[in-house]
């Protein structure tokens, strides 16, 4: 299986470009020798042919070519002394021209050659000071001197400005324009550790007279066939994704530790829009081992271990090894699975092709890079997607898998964010939404013809009765931030008395969960919900374990629309509100607040439980005033700007209409939840007593001594 690789265009390219030119001494080397190129030549080219090379210089290729049996080759350049010395030198090729020339003002007669090829002379001029106007003169006279039906093929590296130039002239102007990247020696070899690479391409452009629409095709891979392309942003994209996973493997072949890696990406290519796996790399020091590489459980991915930066750092350093490769699956790809293996052998095969490329520099040849898992026989505790669906806020799946903490293994239901409306990438940490955990056991069920099994889970479900499927266990809760919340609104239930209670769930997407355990614990409260998709609560109901009927009220609006609406009898008067706020990369609001219209939905002691979710796994709680010890080491270089961001944006806004604010870090969640009271309290009062929770409903949803854990952590905003 061919994987096509992509890294965030995040990772610098401008910084990279220049250095990479900056070092390039020979200019025609880094363009490919005949043998690399010779098959995608051969394939646009018959011996038939009147061929012209564009900017000649002194390169082999047209002597190569004619002993190929390719003779009729016109060669120019601007260069008097060039043109003479390939003269002489190939004297004894008598059908071969040398002619000094402009290509911008050749003097060939209309349609004179079946193909044009230009050998870096684009790069090259296009490095040089020459403008827009002058390569489009180059682009008028190529177009004049090829027949209908001409190949114009430019060997280039596609630098960011030569391929806007492509892109943006030739599908314009009736070409069909057809991408190859050239496998030139070094990709897949020992060459990769001796210098740096960048990918090398052949844009084919066919001369057309009138097409009716843009055709844009392009073929990463030898094996596959060229495939159809949206438009040139499709093209750009998939051009520099190649262009940064080269520039990512050169800084891993030259650095030992250090590097900042971005996630890469490996796409199948009938399947480019979701990548079957993504992998972290991950650099440590004093480590005995060279390289390994660790598959992650299906599921397992979301958790803290093997999301955030620390926790990574952690592991490789445990396992030691230098260099670690962490390697997920996704939930949208089948894999097939062997009795004996539980699929490890089928992605180690898949994977192969690709891994070695990211190995430190010198690595053995004779080195077996192990493959790890946690888990036994590899992946063989899987994942099962129940539904996924698409939101106002973006694409959600609700999937279930097997889940642990530090001393608790269960089966549990999650809803996952796989992206947001308004945020350009959302980190692994913060797109669990809620997670619920369930009763009855898996049931293994892969398909004994096939193997085969959905969604990178090894067990799937029989659905031969109803009672198989597993159902929502509301009574119990292991996910920290819902762990968090349930305390709180036990504090609330208990201070305004269960049967006169009344919690608003502002938005489903962070709240099915905890609306289900809610209804387990304070079956007398009034709780009521704000969600204006149909869609949403009927699959809430069905997998969340949520029951609608028992809801006091479901407000069908946005949660904005809600708050904005006036504090009617019906919609004000809560003892407590929970919601979520998502922030940007930057620690700023996504969409603003209006904190005082929010206030006004609460009652005279009301709480509002609001959760900040930061997109990335940054420490929210740096430089937070008065933080417990135990946040001392999960700072991040960028977290006191963060913090100082979100400070002034919420925190002060907090502190000035509500009469005192508490903050808890659920480092393992990626949130931050702000715990803001109407009415002032003395702050021995924020610990819930055993007692206190024993009251709801004769039992506590998490161990006592947890809960006390969770509300001593709070720091009161001064």
């Known amino acids: ?22 070092k390039r001494t020979a200019t025609f080397e880094w363009y490919g020798n005949y043998l690399e190129l010779c098959g995608l030549l051969h394939r646009y080219i018959k011996s038939s042919d009147n061929i012209l090379i564009s900017g000649c210089g002194n390169s082999k290729l047209s002597e190569d070519l004619y002993t190929s049996g390719f003779m009729k080759i016109t060669n120019i350049d ?8 390939m003269k002489s030198l190939y004297r004894s090729r008598s059908e071969m021209k040398w002619m000094e020339m402009d290509i911008n003002q050749m003097t060939f007669d ?29 682009f008028a006279q190529i177009h004049r001197v090829l027949k209908i039906g001409g190949r114009y093929l430019v060997i280039t590296l596609a630098q960011d ?5 492509l892109l943006d002239y030739f599908p314009s102007n009736n070409w069909l324009l057809r991408i190859h990247k050239v496998w030139v020696e070094g ?33 990463l891979e030898d094996s596959e066939k060229p495939r159809r392309l949206e438009n040139e942003i499709a093209a750009k994209e998939l051009i520099k994704a190649q262009q940064y996973y080269s520039m990512l493997k050169n800084e891993l072949n030259h650095n030992e530790v250090g590097v900042d890696v971005p996630i890469i990406e490996l796409f199948t290519s009938d399947q480019v829009d979701e990548p079957r796996y993504k992998i972290g790399v991950i650099d440590v020091v004093q480590t005995d081992k060279p390289f390994g590489i660790f598959i992650i459980h299906p599921g397992r991915e979301h958790d803290w271990l093997y999301t955030s930066k620390q926790g990574r750092t952690i592991l490789a350093s445990n396992a030691g090894y230098r260099r670690l490769l962490l390697v997920s699956l996704s939930r949208h790809h089948e894999y097939k699975v062997t009795n004996d293996d539980g699929g490890m052998k089928v992605i180690q095969a898949e994977l192969s092709s690709r891994i070695m490329e990211l190995a430190p520099a010198n690595l053995s040849r004779n080195y077996k890079t192990p493959f790890l898992s946690s888990g036994l026989n590899g992946i063989t505790d899987g994942r099962h997607n129940r539904v996924t669906f698409e939101h106002s806020s973006g694409r959600f799946s609700i999937e279930d898998f097997h889940a642990e903490t530090d001393d608790v293994e269960y089966l549990c239901r999650r809803l996952v964010r796989e992206n947001h409306s308004e945020l350009k990438e959302i980190s692994l940490l913060s797109a669990v939404a809620s997670e619920m955990v369930l009763e009855k056991p898996f049931i293994p069920n892969v398909d004994a013809r096939t193997g085969r099994m959905r969604g990178g889970r090894i067990h799937q479900y029989q659905q031969k009765k109803r009672s198989e499927i597993k159902d ?13 919340i349930i305390s709180y609104m036990s504090q609330i239930v208990v201070d305004a008395g269960d049967t006169k209670a009344a919690l608003l769930f502002a938005g489903l997407s962070s709240n099915v969960g905890l609306i289900a355990n809610a209804q387990h614990y304070f079956p007398h409260t009034r709780i009521s919900l704000v969600e204006d998709d149909d869609n949403f609560i009927q699959i809430a109901e069905k997998w969340c374990g949520i029951d609608t009927a028992k809801l006091h009220t479901i407000h069908r609006l946005s949660t904005k629309s809600f708050f904005k609406s006036p504090a009617l009898e019906e919609t004000s008067g809560y003892d407590g509100i929970i919601m979520e706020v998502y922030l940007d990369s930057e620690n700023h609001l996504l969409t603003p607040l209006d904190i005082p219209q929010i206030r006004s939905k609460l009652s005279d002691k009301g709480v509002l439980l609001m959760t900040l979710v930061t997109p990335t796994d940054r420490d929210l709680s740096h430089n937070a005033a008065g933080r417990p010890d135990h946040w001392s080491d999960i700072q991040l270089k960028d977290g006191r700007e963060a913090y100082n961001n979100m400070k002034r944006e919420i ?19 990626s949130r931050m939840v702000i715990i803001c009271r109407v009415a002032d309290i003395a702050d021995d009062v924020m610990l819930v007593s055993h007692e206190a929770m024993k009251t709801i409903n004769g039992a506590t949803c998490v161990p006592t001594d947890r809960m006390i854990y969770l509300v001593n952590a709070c720091i009161k905003l001064q």
Request: some cysteine; proline content about 3%.
């Open 651 to 669: 925190l002060e806004v907090l502190k000035a209409n509500f009469t005192c604010v508490y903050l808890f870090w659920c480092r393992n969640t």
């Open 161 to 165: 400005h030569v391929l806007q130039k």
């Open 110 to 138: 209309d349609s004179s050659f079946n193909v044009v090829l230009d050998k870096g002379t684009l790069d090259a001029m296009m490095s040089s000071e020459e403008g827009t106007d002058e390569i489009e003169k180059m």
């Open 187 to 219: 990709d897949d070899s020992e060459e990769r550790y001796k210098k740096p690479r960048m990918p090398l391409f052949m844009f084919v452009l066919t001369k057309f007279v009138n097409m009716k629409q843009k055709i844009i095709e392009i073929c």
């Open 472 to 484: 929502v266990d509301a009574e119990k809760c292991y996910y920290e931030h819902s762990q968090a």
């Open 78 to 85: 601007i260069s008097h002394m060039v043109i003479n010395q």
């Open 1 to 22: 299986m061919d994987l096509l690789p992509r890294v965030s265009p995040d990772f610098s390219s401008k910084k990279y470009w220049d250095n990479f030119f900056t």
